[in-house]
């Protein structure tokens, strides 16, 4: 089977040959709703983990540490997305606990289920972040960079270990660092468009910091690939070919919503309204290429970043 992505674009993964039953974290999100409508395309059945109940998913709790292992025997894999967003709000010390919790507490609740059920999944994806890498200026960070500095580095280096605790239990785990998505309703770029649109965007700062980014189509096609290639182990990075600058980024938005992108937000302020995660996000210079997923045969949807934002925008 063959998955066709929107305006016709192939979606490159190979052929399953039965149906299989996915259970999903964060399948309401961003990332989970266009996953799992392409699943479901393919025949694919989803599971749905939620913290409210979705129609065939199951309920978790994970501030009580609240799930059912059994829900999740025979099930043939896990993916995990769930996450609260980490550019959403000023990283109070709540706001902390909660991005971690959302993702390790969660993922751990996962593999301790996972040891508890005769017939547990086979495969276990996880999301993570190329925050892992930290600011890597002057260099192409590819999949054996180290770890970097900063609390988004702690929070995916603790992110995947809780993931890779899978593979006691018999299962191959792949690892997703996603980098900036693009998506026409959601994410970044929902947030970026409105100033863009008047006429007021522009770079952040001097606009000279490289960033990683990526169509939503193609995070959907690299979860799949990685779903359906058993020798797809470890870390990936979810980033386009083509790197590009903060100032190279907002000149291609500006061209593609016709409007002029020269105006630049002073860095103090945008540190004064959101605190220390300006650094380690919007001002964090890391070029990350996809190593990983190029060697291993996935072909990109939208590898150039003008086509890219003309695919989500019109």
Same mark, same amino acid.
């Given at each position: 089977m063959r998955l066709t992505c929107r305006r016709g674009q192939a979606c490159h993964v190979r052929?399953?040959?039965?149906?299989?039953?996915?259970?999903?974290?964060?399948?309401?999100g961003l990332v989970g709703?266009?996953?799992?409508?392409?699943?479901q395309k393919r025949g694919d059945t989803?599971?749905?983990?939620?913290?409210?109940?979705?129609?065939?998913?199951i309920v978790w709790d994970i501030d009580s540490g609240k799930l059912d292992a059994d829900t999740l025997n025979g099930v043939n894999a896990i993916i995990h997305l769930a996450g609260a967003g980490v550019a959403d709000e000023r990283w109070t010390d709540e706001r902390k606990r909660v991005l971690r919790e959302s993702r390790i507490k969660s993922g751990q609740m996962l593999v301790d289920a996972m040891g508890k059920i005769a017939n547990p999944p086979k495969v276990f994806i996880s999301a993570s972040g190329a925050g892992y890498y930290g600011p890597k200026p002057g260099k192409e960070v590819d999949e054996t960079a180290p770890l970097g500095p900063g609390f988004l580095a702690e929070i995916c280096r603790d992110w995947e270990a809780t993931a890779l605790a899978a593979e006691k239990h018999g299962a191959r785990v792949a690892i997703a660092r996603i980098t900036v998505v693009l998506a026409a309703n959601g994410g970044a770029l929902e947030?970026?468009?409105?100033? $863009?649109?008047?006429?007021?965007?522009?770079?952040l700062g001097d606009g000279k910091?490289?960033?990683?980014?990526?169509? @939503? %189509?193609?995070v959907v096609a690299g979860l799949i690939f990685l779903l359906d290639h058993d020798d797809c182990q470890g870390p990936y990075n979810f980033a386009a070919p083509e790197i590009v600058s903060n100032k190279e980024f907002a000149q291609a938005l500006g061209n593609v919503v016709n409007r002029?992108?020269?105006?630049p937000t002073p860095r103090l302020?945008?540190?004064?309204? $959101?605190?220390?995660?300006?650094?380690?996000?919007?001002?964090?210079?890391?070029?990350?290429?996809?190593?990983?997923? @190029? %060697?291993?045969g996935f072909e990109f949807n939208f590898p150039k970043l003008d086509a890219a934002l003309e695919h989500v925008l019109k």
């Amino acid at each position: 089977m063959r998955l066709t992505c929107r305006r016709g674009q192939a979606c490159h993964v190979r052929n399953v040959p039965t149906p299989q039953r996915i259970a999903i974290t964060g399948a309401t999100g961003l990332v989970g709703t266009a996953l799992t409508a392409a699943l479901q395309k393919r025949g694919d059945t989803v599971v749905p983990i939620s913290r409210s109940q979705q129609p065939g998913g199951i309920v978790w709790d994970i501030d009580s540490g609240k799930l059912d292992a059994d829900t999740l025997n025979g099930v043939n894999a896990i993916i995990h997305l769930a996450g609260a967003g980490v550019a959403d709000e000023r990283w109070t010390d709540e706001r902390k606990r909660v991005l971690r919790e959302s993702r390790i507490k969660s993922g751990q609740m996962l593999v301790d289920a996972m040891g508890k059920i005769a017939n547990p999944p086979k495969v276990f994806i996880s999301a993570s972040g190329a925050g892992y890498y930290g600011p890597k200026p002057g260099k192409e960070v590819d999949e054996t960079a180290p770890l970097g500095p900063g609390f988004l580095a702690e929070i995916c280096r603790d992110w995947e270990a809780t993931a890779l605790a899978a593979e006691k239990h018999g299962a191959r785990v792949a690892i997703a660092r996603i980098t900036v998505v693009l998506a026409a309703n959601g994410g970044a770029l929902e947030r970026m468009l409105p100033p $863009f649109k008047l006429g007021l965007g522009g770079p952040l700062g001097d606009g000279k910091q490289r960033l990683g980014w990526i169509t @939503l %189509d193609d995070v959907v096609a690299g979860l799949i690939f990685l779903l359906d290639h058993d020798d797809c182990q470890g870390p990936y990075n979810f980033a386009a070919p083509e790197i590009v600058s903060n100032k190279e980024f907002a000149q291609a938005l500006g061209n593609v919503v016709n409007r002029p992108a020269k105006i630049p937000t002073p860095r103090l302020a945008l540190k004064l309204a $959101f605190g220390e995660l300006v650094d380690e996000t919007l001002f964090a210079d890391a070029p990350v290429v996809p190593r990983r997923l @190029l %060697d291993a045969g996935f072909e990109f949807n939208f590898p150039k970043l003008d086509a890219a934002l003309e695919h989500v925008l019109k």
